[in-house]
């Protein structure tokens, strides 16, 4: 009888023990799995739309930094993931891929979008639902004031404006004819650029503005010139309307100076403009040939996507994944804006478009600025490069 009663004690021993492992094997799985369950965040980039080409460009940089950083490990050990809408480069497709990445995919931080115009659309949105929207590329000065969710690495063109303006006066202009797409991007442009120039002093003589699926701008550029300007600033949205104002300016006889922005200095513009573009000159962004960083990124990305363009958009995009992977390992989770908030206004940093660069109580990147870069002749571009660097804009 006591040999029975031991044996049945031994037994219930062993099976409690049993379960007490499997318990342990369960929870250190689920623990596992666990750590290795994806950061996810929403994506936004006009795909198509007047802004494909800086839309894909950026998408693209993303997903290699993101191939990156789960190529070395993941953010602690956890993948990061991305779900992409196309916002189109405007307001309603803006909105649709908002409510789709934040009411189905349940996103709360969103990288993007591209365009001021599907910003300003959604940030009221974001704002009013707590989510990040961080955009690499989008410039409207009144972005500023979109809210307390809202940041982005892209130079307000607050400084574009003024840097133009400046330019324009220093240059000896006096009298300027615009040409300008109705977006928000491109008004702003135009818009803080005579704001400059007339406080200077200049003159605007003649002024066109046209809508995103014009092809011919002939009619627009005829009524400019025939103001007789000292020189012709062009404001677009697209690369493609960029480079079709510049060549069918030469093509009515226009030999005066033109005056640009980024936009109109990217890869598709020049190609589109051809010889028309030699001498044109911008204020832009451009990525520093001594920046080691910046240099790779372009490096990693033409050996990946045998092509580069409008490469200051490309390592803004690039930068802000790495930059969202910091704040991401600080939160250590993919839905606490608020987290992810507080870690963008207290970060520095230090990448492919910059060194130390950071973030106003407005959102607004401090640290960066622009150059003047004027377009070489056809015979002279290469590759990798299309316009040489003049220096850094007039400041006064």
Known sequence: MTLFVDNRIRIGSIFVALIVALTLIACTSTEEEQEAEPFTIGVMESLTGPGETYGTVASQAKQMAADEINAAGG????????????????????????????????????LGPSCSSAMLAVAPLAEEDGVILFSGLASNPDIANAGDYIFRT???????????????????????????????????????????????????????KYLSDTLDFRVHL????????????????????????????????YTGLIYAE????????????????TGVKAITADLDPANEKAQQV?????????????????????????IAAECLKQTGDDSDADGFRDCLYEITWSG?????????????VVGLSRVVVEVLPLAERTEDVKYRVIGPAPRS
Request: with cysteine.
């Open 154 to 208: 892209q130079i307000s063109d607050v400084f574009v404006g003024r840097d133009t303006g400046n330019t324009l006066w220093a240059d000896g202009i006096r009298t300027l004819a615009t040409i300008t797409e109705t977006t928000d991007y491109a008004e702003g442009v135009r818009r803080t650029s005579v704001a400059q120039f007339e406080l200077r002093g200049g003159e605007v003589v003649a002024a066109e």
């Open 222 to 253: 005829t009524k400019l010139f025939e103001a007789n300007p000292d020189a012709l600033h062009i404001a677009p949205q697209s690369e493609f309307s960029a480079g079709s104002i510049m060549k069918q300016a030469k093509e009515l006889g």
């Open 75 to 110: 953010i602690d050990g956890r993948p990061l993931e991305f779900v992409i809408e196309d916002s189109k480069c405007a307001a309603q497709d803006a909105i649709a891929a908002y409510n789709k990445l934040t009411q189905v995919d349940g996103m709360k931080i969103i």
């Open 352 to 364: 492919a478009i910059g060194d130390d660069y950071s973030f106003d109580a407005n959102g607004e």
């Open 262 to 277: 980024t936009v109109s200095v990217g890869t598709t513009a020049l190609e589109i403009a051809g010889e028309a573009a």
């Open 298 to 322: 372009l490096a990693d990305f033409r050996d990946r996507y045998d092509y580069v363009t409008l490469p200051w958009h490309l390592g803004s995009a690039y930068d802000d994944v790495y």
